[in-house]
T-cell receptor, first 115, second 119 residues
Framework: GENVEQHPSTLSVQEGDSAVIKCTYS??????FPWYKQELGKRPQLIID?????GEKKDQRIAVTLNKTAKHFSLHITETQPEDSAVYFC??????????????FGQGTILTVHP | DTGVSQNPRHKITKRGQNVTFRCDPI?????LYWYRQTLGQGPEFLTY????????KSRLLSDRFSAERPKGSFSTLEIQRTEQGDSAMYLC?????????????????FGPGTRLTVL
């Protein structure tokens, strides 16, 4: 099965700084790479995703970059705000066979943005 | 609210009792997933359905767990003879029809979850 690791496990930044979270995965057949944000006591919510035929995608202050050769993808948040404080999960999805459709979540990164 | 809904939101039960949770997906979504999340961890896949067919079950899903989606709409997850280790948040997610081809993807929308506490 897919092995997923996220780094760092905790990240503390000052408001306005940038934050980067990296996710490595093992299944070379993975073809969909989402990032979810989960606030305390709430459901995971998709914030950005990228497909395997694209190297980078940006949505306002959030971007995701993908390196399929090295099997990792990263979440970039610029101009961080206190409301960005949450747990962030990567969840690569495999393709084909019985892994198709299943998301394998990383262990999460706790991001704290200090005002 | 047109999102994924789950009931109940909280369930407290005694060890050994049976519990059942319900998930109502977004109406046009044909795929439905169950995940389990314990404190400080990411969600772990349990099982998924395409319409009424259960296509995959995780090894985490012991024989005390059963899931159904009889008409391809809502789904239920039942845990028999609950144990304290079953205490967790049970999340349901749904996704729309997946296009075929190499660029297929599967954006999943999560419900609010059912928090189970086994005493």
């Amino acid at each position: 099965g897919e092995n997923v690791e996220q780094h760092p496990s905790t990240l503390s930044v000052q408001e306005g700084d940038s934050a980067v979270i990296k996710c490595t995965y093992s299944d070379s057949a993975s073809n969909y790479f989402p990032w979810y944000k989960q606030e305390l006591g709430k459901r995971p919510q998709l914030i950005i995703d990228i497909r395997s035929n694209v190297g980078e995608k940006k949505d306002q202050r959030i971007a995701v970059t993908l390196n399929k050769t090295a099997k990792h993808f990263s979440l970039h948040i610029t101009e961080t705000q206190p409301e960005d404080s949450a747990v962030y999960f990567c969840a690569p999805q495999g393709a084909g066979g019985t892994s198709y459709g299943k998301l394998t979540f990383g262990q999460g990164t706790i991001l704290t943005v200090h005002p | 609210d047109t999102g994924v809904s789950q009931n109940p939101r909280h369930k407290i039960t005694k060890r050994g009792q049976n519990v059942t949770f319900r998930c109502d997906p977004i109406s046009e979504h044909n795929r439905l997933y169950w995940y389990r999340q314990t404190l400080g961890q990411g969600p772990e896949f349990l099982t998924y359905f395409q319409n009424e067919a259960q296509l995959e079950k995780s090894r985490l899903l012991s024989d005390r767990f059963s899931a159904e989606r009889p008409k391809g709409s809502f789904s239920t997850l039942e845990i028999q003879r609950t144990e304290q280790g079953d205490s967790a948040m049970y999340l349901c997610a749904s996704s729309p029809q997946i296009p075929t081809g190499p660029s297929s993807y599967n954006e999943q929308f999560f419900g609010p979850g059912t928090r189970l506490t086994v005493l």
